[in-house]
């Protein structure tokens, strides 16, 4: 397949995927991606062409930076140091004793291999750690080692595996040259990512001060940073480009953001962009993965020696080793701490360590896209030409891990937390992972969902409209409260169980058949009074009819054969019944729509007031939301009616504009008024405070392209 052909399929699968995601919340996207490259590859012989260095450098720069960028300050800070051990200490741990058993469980698999495999199976995806970590309810101590260590030992499993490979390709590996090649190419890579990081860094503010700072320049150079990063260590100082876009992405996180202060936008927009970045990386690397695997499945069935049912056997084995390891090594952490806590009089002592936090901690290092991306980087020969040994068997095991450890999270996940929240990976999370949530003793106290407060404030904004509405700005002040109770309609049925949202769904279609029968008899009394014509009493009629075909689709009954043959015949006669009205007088038409369209609404008012008025009704059991929601709809429709100039569209715009500040103004004191009564946190605030700016934002766009 061509080369643009490929991005232009995995960019459509992406989307695809993410779509399917929405339906199937469940299943983590990652593996749907999989999914659907297996698929792909299956029914359509697709196979993407690999190249190690472009691969590295497409896929696994973007994504360290992007982890070095949004290292953590606070907390993980803190716990610098065990973190580092647990992102290096750990992983070649894992990388020498899980090579050593891969190597015993699989024979044919060369030690070196089976040194590189478990090297990259080492890095844990940092979202995915945070997502089980947190619902899991993780001492503090082991969340925040387990978060940040997720958010480094990319780096250092990437070297390993580096080494391994490198032994594999050219038959020699020297433990002292290693040594040596290793402390170089680390402390080289270090020190290139800060320095080039820091010239990138100033001639940026250099290029402000002279008055280049606009946004889209900023962000495209930030974007590219990764990339030249990773080649100038790469290619000229022969150093880990690896480690120096984890450095370099650490510096900008430190340094890098002085221009934000001045300009609020640039961060707006690169976090955006980065998310799109991330987004999009992170599903391709797994599209492809699912389309590699038909081709390492049909290596492996023809292998003599390992069948594909022992091949899914060893990935088993292969993970059980992997979480065996990092439980042990948590809880070694977890008793050494406690320890050395105890014997400290200074500070407080720990509770002795359980086995089931260890065990949570374990289960919690789900594989990602950086696993991914090295495996499929290994290369197809060695250096005298024969095929790379065991390659397609690596690929498998290393598959296998990453959808086992991403289905036994999916399945545990449930099991371990209060919290049914879906599990997250970098491809379906556009959270910061800066902003961890702190496990203190306030999160004892009760806090109201981010779902209520949307709905309190937003109600606070209907009532101030209600008290801006005047007879000059009705129908302005009808469309935002439509906008409005829209919105508070889908929160409040999220927010219902299941029994309470039928019986308010029952009610609502009771109140629209009311008000369907008061907007028919309007209808046939303009007829009646030949103040309509034939056609538009026919087309209205239809309308009419759709509407109530609608709502008896939305309670799930099904159309019987007949009525669905009636249905369709009056579709083709409201076609001809429009083709006639194009040929009379447009100017009569329309007066005559307007008309329709303004009693067919008082009719549905009055209709309801009758209803409301019968003493057999208990009005009571009417969701108050619903009736108001019912009752502006219609309003809506009679003040649409009404014919404006253009200039009075114009101020009626305005004005539209106008109740929207005032809108969003009770908005923002509605968050304050959640916060200071402690019914929400700080960052809860935050993010409400966030989704103010954008309408706020957007209305201003708005009003600029308007003007």
């Known amino acids: 397949m061509h080369i643009l052909e490929a991005v232009i399929l995995l960019m459509a699968l992406v989307v695809f995927s993410n779509v399917v995601d929405h339906f199937v ?38 994504l360290l930076f992007n ?25 070649f741990l894992t990388t020498i004793v899980g090579g050593l058993l891969f190597h015993l469980i699989i024979p044919t698999m060369p030690l070196s291999v089976s040194f590189a495999l478990a090297a990259i199976l080492s890095p844990t995806d940092p979202v995915a750690v945070q997502s089980i970590s947190k619902r899991a309810k993780l001492p503090e101590g082991i969340l925040h080692i387990v978060s940040g260590e997720s958010l480094i030992n990319d780096a250092s499993g990437l070297i390993a595996f580096k080494y391994a490979i490198a032994a594999t390709v050219t038959g020699v590996f020297s433990l002292e040259a290693a040594a040596i090649d290793f402390v170089y190419i680390s402390i080289m890579g270090f020190l290139s990512g800060l320095v080039i990081m820091t010239i990138i860094l100033v001639i940026e503010n250099w290029l402000y001060r002279q008055g280049i700072n606009d946004v889209i ?13 990773y080649l100038l260590t790469e290619e000229v100082l022969h150093a880990s480009g690896v480690i120096a876009v984890v450095a370099a992405g650490i510096v900008f996180h430190f340094y890098g953001t002085a221009p934000d202060r001045s300009q609020p ?15 999009t990386l992170n599903g ?72 089931k936090a260890a065990l949570l901690a374990g289960l919690s290092g789900v594989r990602g896209a950086v696993t991914m991306a090295g495996v499929l980087s290994m290369p197809m020969v060695v250096e005298n030409g024969s095929r790379f040994p065991s390659r397609s068997l690596a690929l498998f095991v290393a598959a296998g891990v990453i959808i086992i450890s991403l289905v036994v999270a999916t ?14 990976t970098r491809a379906n999370s556009t959270n910061d992972p800066d902003e961890l949530e702190e496990t203190t003793e306030d999160d004892d106290q009760h806090y109201i969902s981010e779902d209520q407060a949307r709905l309190y404030i937003m109600k606070l904004a209907v009532q101030r409209i209600e008290e801006e509405r005047r007879p000059n700005n009705q129908k302005e002040a009808y469309d935002l409260i439509l906008d409005y109770q829209f919105l508070i309609r889908r929160l409040e049925l999220k927010l219902q169980n299941k029994q309470e949202m039928d019986a308010i769904i029952a009610d609502e279609l009771a109140l629209r058949r009311v008000a369907l029968r008061g907007e028919r008899s309007a209808v046939q009394k303009l007829y009646d009074k030949q103040q309509i014509s034939k056609e538009t009493f026919l087309v209205s009629t239809a309308r009419l009819q759709r509407v109530e075909n609608q709502m008896v689709r939305s309670v799930g009954r099904k159309a019987k054969l007949g009525r ?22 447009h100017e009569d038409l329309s007066n005559e729509l307007i008309l329709v369209q ?5 009719g549905a008012i009055k209709a309801l007031s009758s209803y409301f008025a019968r003493d057999d009704i208990d009005n009571n059991r009417f969701d108050g939301q619903s009736v108001y929601h019912l009752i502006v709809h219609y309003r809506n429709q009679i003040e649409l009616a009404k014919e404006y100039s253009k200039k009075q569209i114009k101020d009626r715009t305005m004005q539209y504009q106008h109740l929207r500040i005032k809108a969003l103004a009770a908005e923002r004191e509605g968050v304050q008024v959640l916060l200071e009564q402690g019914n929400i946190d700080w960052a809860m605030a935050a993010r409400l405070r966030q989704y103010i700016n954008y309408s706020e934002t957007v209305l201003i766009m708005d009003y600029q392209n308007n003007d």
């Open 25 to 62: 919340p469940a299943v983590p996207v990652s593996l749907i991606q999989v999914a659907i490259g297996l698929v792909v590859a299956v029914t359509t012989k697709t196979s993407i062409p690999l190249e190690t260095d472009w691969f590295l450098l497409l896929f696994v720069a973007p």
């Open 67 to 91: 982890d070095g960028r949004r290292f953590p300050k606070r907390e993980l800070w803190q716990l610098r140091g065990p973190i580092l051990a647990n992102a290096i200490a750990l992983v």
């Open 217 to 229: 320049f900023s962000t495209v150079l930030q974007v590219t940073t990764p990339f030249v990063v």
């Open 265 to 279: 936008e640039l961060k707006l927009v690169s976090e955006k962009t980065w998310d799109i970045i991330i987004y």
């Open 284 to 355: 391709i690397v797994f599209l492809i993965l699912g389309i590699e695997l038909p081709i390492a499945t049909t290596n492996v069935i023809q292998n003599d020696n390992i069948n594909t049912f022992v091949a899914l056997g060893i990935s088993f084995v292969a993970w059980l080793i992997l979480l065996v390891i990092r439980v042990v090594w948590i809880y070694g952490f977890q008793l050494a701490s406690t320890i050395r806590s105890r014997q400290s009089k200074s500070r407080q002592a720990k509770q002795m360590p359980t086995f």
């Open 411 to 424: 399945v545990m996940l449930p099991l371990i937390s209060e919290d049914k929240a879906p599990l997250l």
């Open 564 to 585: 669905g043959i009636v249905q369709q015949v009056i579709r083709l006669r409201n076609l001809i019944s429009l083709s006639l009205l194009q040929r009379r007088n």
């Open 598 to 602: 303004k009693e067919q609404a008082k």
